[in-house]
């Protein structure tokens, strides 16, 4: 079969290797479609923790189950499925266990053409997906339905504040949060992703390249009940003026480094919850899967490529250049 490997940092390879070969309790899949995350790429760049190589990457996929392993249900074969790519969280729903993965590191990943999982990370692909939209769902859908409902605890008519509008979990917890009757603005380096982001049911947003950008928008009224986060640096005080007496910000990651000030006398005064979370709990995936297939939510697909141009597709996503989720098809 043909896959991605990353024979060491920045080395990425399509290769012929052999399939996987499935063991008991698991499924072999035939990948239809797969899409990157950031940590991909961090793994490519040598970024990621624990490397070993060769590297198989990928943590989204969605295709159909070929075969299974000794004594499995045969009523499996031939079924669409997503996977879920968060394993062995654990059984403390509020926290993963030291047991837990993400796949795609150290397990093989999606960006081949079979992938050999455990039955239990799989489900049926909400039928009105496409293949390409199936595959864009798994991880920024995982984990912004967490951020947004389980820990932020979104109501109806609340007002939520995204940053970062363009990336795949940004853009999930807008189409999240406006499904569930919230208010929702975004921030953003370009004026034109805003604007994107407002066709997808967001009142306005805001350049936080802007001096002064927190202030004016204060100044306008602005309070957010609930911030939802994935930079963090200096940009994260901001956050905090903008947040309402007893609101909560959300973040999963900090990819400007840790904030140089944290704000504590404002934290505490006003009551503000800050919440960290990561990936999700096998009842978040079921819960974010059924709220998917209910709302007829539609991922947002920035570039399809090829698996013989993943170079390309990588490209994309260290520059930053797209809207949505960049995905390869088999």
Do not use: C
């Amino acid at each position: 079969m043909k896959a991605i490997q990353f024979n060491a940092i920045n080395a990425l390879a399509v290769e012929e290797i052999p399939t996987p070969q499935v063991v008991r309790g698991e499924a072999l899949v035939r990948v239809k479609a797969a899409a990157l995350n950031h940590r991909d790429v961090w793994i490519k760049l040598g970024q990621y923790a624990g490397l070993k190589f060769p590297a198989r990457p990928g943590s989204d996929g969605a295709g159909v189950v070929e075969s299974m392993g000794p004594d499995g249900d045969p009523q499996w074969i031939g079924r669409e499925v997503i996977i879920n790519p968060s394993f062995g969280w654990g059984n403390n729903p509020q926290v993963q266990g030291g047991h837990f993965t993400i796949l795609g590191m150290p397990r093989d990943g999606t960006l081949a053409e079979f992938i050999a999982v455990p039955v239990s990370q799989l489900t049926v692909k909400p039928a009105h997906l496409s293949w390409v939209e199936a595959a864009a769902l798994p991880l920024a859908g995982l984990t912004a339905y967490r951020a947004v409902f389980n820990r932020a605890q979104l109501k109806p008519g609340e007002k939520i504040l995204i940053s970062g509008i363009g990336g795949g979990v940004a853009l999930f917890a807008l189409q999240f949060a406006v499904a569930h009757g919230a208010e929702v603005h975004v921030t953003s380096s370009s004026d034109d992703k805003i604007a994107r982001a407002v066709t997808l049911g967001a009142k306005g947003g805001f350049n936080y390249t802007h001096p002064g950008w927190a202030k004016t928008a204060g100044h306008a009224g602005h309070s957010f009940n609930v911030i939802i986060d994935s930079a963090g640096g200096e940009g994260f005080e901001s956050l905090v003026d903008l947040t309402a007496s007893g609101g909560r910000i959300v973040f999963f990651g900090a990819t400007r480094g840790d904030p140089p000030v944290l704000p504590m006398r404002k934290i505490f005064w006003r009551q503000i919850s800050l919440l960290g979370t990561t990936m999700g709990s096998p009842t978040d995936w079921a819960a974010m899967v059924d709220f998917v297939a209910r709302h007829r939510i539609t991922p947002v697909v920035s570039e399809v490529y090829p698996l013989e141009q993943a170079a390309k597709a990588f490209a994309l996503m260290e520059e930053g250049g797209q809207f949505g989720k960049i995905v390869l098809t088999m």
